[in-house]
């Protein structure tokens, strides 16, 4: 691209991803988590296009790329794909997405050890898939009653010395019927999730006055007053960019105010889950970073709780750096649980999540008893809070929630 057309189709990647101007003259540092991830897929799409609509025969390969996204930039990103003239290769749990955009499946058999190639679309391979784990079902069936007949026989014919021979041939017609069979398919395996009963505290566990957060030149958000009662449900809404991370950070005393105070109650116990991953230490194994949240816990209450959250054997020795967006979910969610936290502040806690691990994540939300602050871009999340107040940054101001917030959630 020439350098003039070369900016305008840049500018016109980061516009339809919800990245305006000022964001693109800011440093890096001073982005939130959904700012450097649309940063991140601008670059990689601006590499993929040359200025027609995104045609070009650049191979793509993309992890979860509606991942902090709004419901217009999903949208635009989709179109880009489906025009795009190159190769994708793309890793998402965004069913929609994957409906629009691919034309062939691969689904890696754990069970069997095998990647099972569909060359169709994604409604068309869901509908195969499941009659392909029919007919394993019915072959295993059939084969089993087969060999079972075998069996029968086989130990009958074993009583008479002159049929020995035949006996033992019989037995191992049904040995290999049997062996030559897949794996039975079990259900996936999903982590168990449930939030800590929270500690005793006092009416009023977290207090924030007048907060406010600049980097440089850039005024994020000032003057934010909030008081998180015992076992309240508040949801901060904003933009890209408008603090919510920020102000998460603030609230778990990972970042300082520039001016304001928090002011913490009787026993406040604060469980702090980070978009990011920052809680997590990634040069130290999976089992330092959980006896590191938790220091007082019995060793075997530790080694039950990451098999629950699906850590077991081996990977508690793994550094926690190699684990995929998913397992670090997991990992940082087991931290919390391990906690007697009464405030929860929760950022972006469905990301990089499964279906079925969503869902769970959900069911947990909905029955904790302690306070959650809550940032997300999933509507879900919002719904199994049912939560009672949002704050609209940057302004700070707060107003009763209701569903009507839940469209905005999606924009946001």
Known sequence: LGGYVAESEAARICSSLGLPDRVLAQPLRTLSGGQRRRVELARILFAASDGSGGKSNTTLLLDEPTNHLDADSITWLRGFLQNHDGGLIVISHDVDLLADVVNKVWFLDAVRGEADIYNMGWKKYLDARATDEQRRKRERANAEKKASALRTQAAKLGAKATKATAAQNMAKRAEKLLSDLDDIRVADKTAKIRFPTPAACGKTPLMAKELTKVYGSLEIFTGVDLAIDRGSRVVILGLNGAGKTTLLRLLAGVETPDLGELVPGHGLKVGYFAQEHDTIDDEASVWENIR?????????????????????????????????????????????????????????????????????????????????????????AAEALNPERVIMLPDGTEDHWSQDYLELIQLA
């Open 292 to 380: 590191h949240a938790a220091p007082d816990a019995g060793e075997q209450d530790l080694r039950g709780l990451l098999g629950a959250f699906m850590f077991t054997g081996p990977q508690l020795e793994q550094p926690a750096g190699t684990l995929s967006g998913g397992e670090k979910t997991r990992l940082a969610l087991a931290g919390l649980v391990s906690s007697a936290a009464n405030v929860l502040l929760l950022d972006e806690p469905t990301n990089n999540l499964d279906p079925i691990s969503r869902e769970q994540v959900l069911d947990a939300l909905r029955s904790y008893e302690g306070a959650v602050v809550l940032v997300t871009h999933d509507p879900g």
